[in-house]
């Protein structure tokens, strides 16, 4: 296609200054992120939950902005969100890179609750204790070493070592003992010697005796079918030898070996299942106590709301 | 024949006792495991389709039963289903957690919470 001169001449008039202006205007609309807007994204993210996204966010900030005093921040940032996620492996790495390299900060003391609350949630509560004590052993401050007693406390309540729990709450400083209700927590683990507990050995025994366990670990109804089968099998058993019918009685003896070695695995189980349950029972008592408790109760002149968090 | 009963037991336990554990070749283990477990897969085809599903308790006995011997071999797993049969609808229910199923409301008692004391 062949333009004439003068129609050439209006395309390139009329066009070229609608195209500068149109880019002009794309210019216009382009959008700069900078160091705030990025950090306050991530943070908002975080905030709300949505840990995937803070975790790009809070890498794209630390990609972009390198000299960003936030850098740290940041950084515990995708700590905080791979441990909101439940990838606890990933959060512990952060963590203790992070208590690596902000020596001596408030940041590194943070790092090092976090990565001792990343390996108890690992199933590492060994682990999680030595964090602790590593902490207290780096920072003398006494608030420092008084919050590492409580979280370390509460590990040892995990493990089900009462004293060792009492133990360790009694370490915490007297200022703060009130607010944390140490006085409460120790009386209730002195009443641990109270739980009530089954031995699995005595359980097995007294299994001897078809039902016996189960009776003792608090089970009437199945050591009274485990009683009334193994009779019958033993019964069945020696009829059929009695009555030389080798073969019913092989089959029947096996069968009731099944059964009577099950009684004692059944009285031995329940007894380990008693315990734990007991365990868990006086565990949960500990723990009601920390929890958040918002109240709110009449007082003369007016009404008092309490609300109570540990740290 | 009476004095046999109890030479048969003895020597049923001493043959046990001898045969080991199961095999360590995860291939062969796998094989004999199902040929063993074959008639409670027959069971639960044929038998437990026509009468319905009534164990009160989940996963049901027969499952708990193939759990069982996957993870503990083919004597500790019939000892664990026959423990398990034992105690099929009774204690267990007021003492185990309650779960809604398929098939209804359930009580939940799987192998993990009979053999953590193992570990």
């Known amino acids: 296609m062949v333009f004439q001169p003068a129609f050439r001449f209006l395309i390139i008039a009329i066009g070229g200054p609608l195209m500068l202006f149109s880019l002009t205007g794309y210019a216009a609309a382009l959008l700069t992120i900078d160091a705030d807007h990025q950090y306050d994204y991530a943070q908002t993210r975080l905030d709300e939950g949505a840990f995937d996204v803070a975790i790009v966010a809070f890498n794209r900030f630390i990609y972009f902005f390198p000299a960003d005093p936030r850098i740290p921040l940041a950084r515990k940032g995708t700590g905080m969100a791979q441990f909101g996620a439940g990838r606890y492996q990933a959060a512990a790495a952060v963590f203790n890179a992070l208590t690596a390299d902000y020596q001596g900060s408030s940041l590194q003391i943070d790092a090092f609750f976090m990565l001792s609350r990343s390996h108890f949630r690992l199933g590492m509560t060994e682990q999680a204790m030595v964090d602790l004590h590593n902490l207290m052993a780096l920072s003398p401050e006494a608030h420092v070493i008084d919050r590492a007693c409580y979280e370390l406390g509460w590990l040892h309540v995990e493990q089900g070592r009462w004293n060792d729990a009492a133990q360790t709450f009694g370490q915490i400083s007297p200022d703060n003992q009130d607010r944390l209700r140490v006085a409460d927590l120790t009386r209730t683990l002195a009443r641990s010697d109270t739980i009530p507990v089954k031995n699995p050995t005595t359980a097995g025994l007294l299994s001897i005796v078809p039902g016996g366990g189960q009776l003792y670990t608090g089970r009437t109804q199945d050591a009274l079918t485990a009683f009334l089968i193994n009779a019958g099998l033993i019964c069945a058993a020696w009829e059929s030898f009695d009555n030389e019918l080798y073969a019913l009685g092989a089959v029947i003896g096996f069968v009731e070996f099944g059964f009577y070695a099950g009684n004692i695995y059944g009285a031995v189980s329940s007894a380990h299942k008693y315990n734990r349950d007991r365990i868990a029972e006086f565990r949960d008592a500990l723990n009601r106590r920390r929890q958040t408790t918002l109240s709110l109760a009449p007082v003369p002149n007016g009404a008092l709301l309490s609300l109570t968090i540990d740290f | ?119």
Request: hydrophobic share 40%.
């Open chain 2, 1 to 119: 024949m009476k004095p046999l009963y109890p030479a048969f037991i003895f020597f049923l336990l001493v043959g046990l006792a001898i045969a080991g554990p199961p095999e360590s070749d995860p291939a062969r283990k796998a094989e004999s495991i199902s040929v063993i477990t074959a008639p409670i897969h027959f069971f639960q085809k044929y038998l437990s389709g026509a009468d319905g599903h009534r164990c009160p308790m989940t996963p049901s006995c027969a499952c708990y039963a193939q759990q069982a011997i996957r993870r503990h071999g083919a004597i500790q797993g019939w000892i664990m289903a026959c423990d398990r049969l034992m105690r099929c609808g009774r204690d267990e229910l007021k003492n185990g957690p309650a779960t809604m199923t398929r098939h209804g409301l359930r009580c939940q008692d799987p192998v993990q919470n009979n053999d953590f004391w193992l570990h």
